[in-house]
């Protein structure tokens, strides 16, 4: 049977994050969110600050790229800390069983055998929702809050690879959160795990 490496892709305020961590926890295997950040920086000798502020965003405007710092080599910094990232997504990979969120690690590992990537997403208003009784959002601020973070995820994402952010055809299982509930959508993920898997 091969290792089970499960990347899941999801639209902010989907429930993504909290599904991915029981479904790892279910699983038994590693669980990978912000601990990628604490492993890029210690294998890159980069402070883990640098990785925070960065975490899934692209700068595009005209005044950042004129005061873009650039590290060994001429690489932009904000490259470096994205391939210092990719590095450390198919180094733990390579290592053991685990579920990693976002930071394009679909792409990271599009050349390890039996990678399961997810996409999960649901309606804004179910995201809007969770944004402000979850994660503490204020209400006057969730909607545009939750198209930012939105637009930086998917800026990253089509800026690192040659993928478009969302598209049915990179992922093997794409699922709304908001029919199922949490704990269904964990349910039914680990169900079609153990299927792909052929546990």
Not at 53 to 72: A, C, I, V
Request: glycine residues 8%; contains cysteine; hydrophobic residues 35%.
């Amino acid at each position: 049977m091969s290792r089970k490496i499960i990347t899941i892709t999801r639209q902010y305020g989907s429930g993504g994050r909290e599904i991915g961590e029981r479904l790892a926890k279910n699983l038994g295997i590693e669980f990978y969110d912000n601990k990628l950040l604490e492993l890029a920086s210690e294998s890159s000798g980069i402070h883990k600050n640098h990785f925070e502020e960065n975490d899934e965003k692209r700068t595009n405007s005209f005044l950042y790229l004129l005061s873009t710092t650039y590290g060994q080599g001429g690489v932009p910094f904000d490259d470096t800390l994205f391939f210092a990232q990719l590095n450390t997504i198919q180094k733990v990979a390579s290592e053991h069983a685990c579920v990693i969120m976002g930071r394009c690690s679909d792409y990271a590992l599009r050349d390890f055998k039996d990678v399961l990537n997810i996409f999960i997403t649901a309606p804004f208003d179910v995201r809007v929702k969770r944004a402000i009784e979850v994660y503490g959002i204020e209400e006057k601020h969730a909607e545009n809050y939750v198209k930012r973070i939105d637009k930086q995820r998917i800026s990253y994402y089509n800026y690192y690879t040659d993928k478009r952010w969302g598209q049915p055809q990179n992922y093997q299982l794409c699922l709304d959160s908001s029919v199922l509930g949490v704990d269904g959508s964990v349910k039914f993920i680990e169900d079609f795990v153990r299927m792909y898997y052929k546990d």
